[in-house]
C-alpha cells in the first residue's frame, strides 16, 4: 500500500534555529497537509497544499507541494520553546488520506 | 479550533466489555473518521462515514463497528474489547473529500483495556 516516509523522525534544536522537515513517497499525491500535535491533544492543522508546486506560508511556517507530486517539506524559522511537539505530514489521494509518521522536535535550552 | 467533542476523554475497561466511544460535532460537515494512534504507527484508520448511515472500513477495521444515525454523531464499538485495543482514539471531520478538503481533529479518548 501507499506509504509516507517522514523524516527525520526527532531533531535537538536551539531555541532560534531554523528547522526543515520532509516528507517523501514512491506514489503521487492531489494534496498535502501538515499538522502539529500537542501532548494530550489531537492534532491540529498548520497548512494544506493542494496543487504541485504550490509554497504556502503561516506565519514562521512554510510548507512547499512537491513539483513531483510526490514529496513535500515543511520549514520552521526562528524556532521558540512553543513550537516543541510532533509534526505529522498526510498526503490524499482519491480520497484515501495516509499519515507519516510524525517528526518529533524538541527544542534544547 | 473545529466544533469536535469526544467522550469520553479517558476510560479503564476490562477485557470482554463493550465500549462505545462518542464523536459530537457542531461543524454540520458530511464526512467523519475514527483513527486509532500507537507508538511506532502513527495515525491509522478505523472506519469512516461519508453520510448518515453510510460508513465505510479503514486498514484497521477488525473489532470495530461504527454507527452514524445523524449528521452530528459517530460512534465507535468494541464489541468485547482486547488489550491490543488499548489505544488513543481520535475523531476526525471534513466538509468534502479529503482530496479537497482537509480533515480536522479532536483531542482524542485515551482507552486502556485491562
Known amino acids: 500500500g501507499q506509504q509516507l516516509n517522514q523524516s527525520p523522525q526527532s531533531m535537538f534544536i536551539q531555541e532560534g534555529e531554523d528547522v526543515s522537515m520532509n516528507c517523501t513517497s514512491s506514489?503521487?499525491?492531489?494534496?498535502w497537509l501538515w499538522y502539529k500535535q500537542d501532548p494530550g491533544e489531537g492534532p491540529v492543522l498548520l497548512i494544506a497544499l493542494y496543487k504541485a508546486g504550490e509554497l504556502t506560508s503561516n506565519g514562521r511556517l512554510t510548507a512547499q507541494f512537491g513539483i513531483t507530486r510526490k514529496d513535500s517539506f515543511l520549514n520552521i524559522s526562528a524556532s521558540i520553546p512553543s513550537d516543541v511537539g510532533i509534526y505529522f505530514c498526510?498526503?490524499?489521494?482519491?480520497?484515501?488520506?495516509?499519515f507519516g509518521k510524525g517528526t518529533r522536535l524538541h527544542i534544547l535550552p | 479550533d473545529a466544533g469536535i467533542t469526544q467522550s469520553p476523554r479517558h476510560k479503564v475497561t476490562e477485557t470482554g466489555t463493550p465500549v462505545t466511544l462518542r464523536c459530537h460535532q457542531t461543524?454540520?460537515?458530511?464526512?467523519m473518521y475514527w483513527y486509532r494512534q500507537d507508538p511506532g504507527h502513527g495515525l491509522r484508520l478505523i472506519h469512516y462515514s461519508y453520510g448518515v448511515k453510510d460508513t465505510d472500513k479503514g486498514e484497521v477495521s477488525d473489532g470495530y463497528s461504527v454507527s452514524r444515525s445523524k449528521t452530528e454523531d459517530f460512534l465507535l464499538t468494541l464489541e468485547s474489547a482486547t488489550s491490543s485495543q488499548t489505544s488513543v482514539y481520535f475523531c476526525a471531520i471534513s466538509e468534502r473529500v479529503p482530496d479537497n478538503s482537509p480533515l480536522h481533529f479532536g483531542n482524542g479518548t485515551r482507552l486502556t483495556v485491562t
Open positions: 498526510a498526503g490524499s489521494r482519491d480520497d484515501k488520506i495516509i
Open positions: 506514489s503521487i499525491f492531489n494534496t
Open positions: 461543524e454540520n460537515h458530511r464526512y
